[in-house]
């Protein structure tokens, strides 16, 4: 099976960086695109960026373009999230994702594996 562990969560001021980490295992880890979700209290997981192993496609949502990039190290199987000018509203816990396809599927996305999540904080 595929397994996703998280790390690289922490405090950070606002307008600062931060870059987290997801280390993919399992024998069908290229059958699956990867990606960012995160879920802030009292609200529904949101989708934040999304990743091919290869051919280097990439997708953002919209209240992160410009500041957000996702990345993947093929040989490590790890996808990173570099987060920068980092907001208070960027506040949430963080969710690596294996998806069955990098394309929406309608207005969503399926998801058939998720990491355990790892909090972010952007204190002012």
């Known amino acids: 099976q595929v397994q996703l562990v998280e790390s690289g969560g922490g405090l950070v001021q606002a307008g600062g960086s931060l870059r987290l980490s997801c280390a993919a295992s399992?024998?069908?880890?290229?059958?699956?695109?990867m990606g960012w979700f995160r879920q802030a209290p009292g609200k529904e997981r949101e989708f934040v960026a999304a990743?091919?192993?290869?051919?280097?496609?990439?997708d953002y949502a919209d209240s992160v373009k410009g500041r957000f990039t996702i990345s993947r190290d093929n040989a490590k199987n790890t996808v990173y999230l570099q987060m920068d000018s980092l907001k208070l509203e960027d506040t949430a816990v963080y969710y690596c994702?294996?998806?069955?396809?990098?394309?929406?599927?309608?207005?969503?996305?399926?998801?058939?594996?998720w990491g355990q999540g790892t909090q972010v904080t952007v204190s002012s």
């Open positions: 994702a294996a998806l069955r396809t990098f394309l929406r599927v309608g207005a969503s996305r399926i998801v058939d594996y």
């Open positions: 990743i091919r192993w290869s051919g280097g496609s990439t």
């Open positions: 399992g024998r069908t880890i290229s059958n699956y695109a």
